[in-house]
């Protein structure tokens, strides 16, 4: 589902750009182009997790020490590029995503998602069990300064339960051929609104706008790396 969100980068791309050129004017340096909105909506989802897994999609925190054990396990995992790893290469991972300032002791017994394999000294990638309700963001709004980026982005859950009550039959047919209920919420729980599946991501954003103060927004800060890479620096709840 995080990557259905593509479908409407294009707009957003265009709407941002003009929204921000005429708050800032002519000054260039503070104008998010087509690649940065790209680049910042690509980070974002390799770190927005599962909240059934990790609690939070995406915990608050001020200080990258302050980041959840359990989530941050969970994102490295999330983004390894093998299935069996050295500490090293988890560590490293910690690094490429979180900065080189990373220095969370990754445990030699391994955790809930890297399972310890003693007799070849590695860790494997546990399952990761999802239900039927996705966590999704879209980002509403981007302000940029010369070394970083504020990204306002909006939480919500499609909930997809009512696909159990497909029939086998059904089960087998394509995605467009199929009619079910996606049912909106907020992070509380709270339904917002009813869709069906063919409605498309569009709807389910304008569907969150037209609701939007009954949704949590967060404010991510990142910043580039030495290295050119994004590395999420604070995220904060309105």
Do not use: H
Not at 78 to 100: R, S
């Amino acid at each position: 589902m995080k990557q259905l969100i593509a479908t409407i980068c294009v707009l957003l791309i265009i709407f941002v750009g003009m929204v921000i050129y005429k708050k800032q004017g002519i000054n260039n340096n503070n104008i998010v182009n087509a690649e940065e909105v790209e680049k910042l909506q690509e980070y974002i989802s390799k770190i927005y997790m599962w909240k059934e897994v990790t609690d939070e999609a995406l915990p608050v925190f001020e200080d990258i020490s302050q980041l959840p054990d359990k989530w941050v396990w969970e994102v490295i995992k999330n983004n390894l590029d093998e299935y069996q790893v050295t500490k090293e290469q988890i560590m490293q991972k910690g690094k490429e995503i979180f900065g080189e300032d990373f220095n969370k002791d990754f445990p030699e017994e391994g955790t809930d998602a890297l399972l310890y394999q003693k007799d070849t000294n590695t860790y494997i990638a546990s399952e990761t069990n999802l239900d039927n309700k996705e966590d999704s963001f879209f980002i509403n709004k981007i302000d940029k300064t010369d070394s970083s980026y504020k990204v306002e982005i909006v939480e919500y859950i499609e909930d997809y339960s009512s696909v159990q009550n497909l029939t086998e039959e059904e089960l087998q047919k394509n995605e467009i051929d199929l009619d079910y209920t996606i049912y909106l919420e907020n992070l509380n729980g709270e339904q917002i609104a009813q869709l069906k599946n063919n409605d498309g991501e569009t709807k389910v954003i304008e569907t969150v706008k037209s609701n939007i103060d009954r949704f949590t927004k967060k404010i991510i800060t990142l910043e580039n790396g030495s290295d050119g890479n994004l590395i999420v620096k604070k995220v904060e709840q309105e």
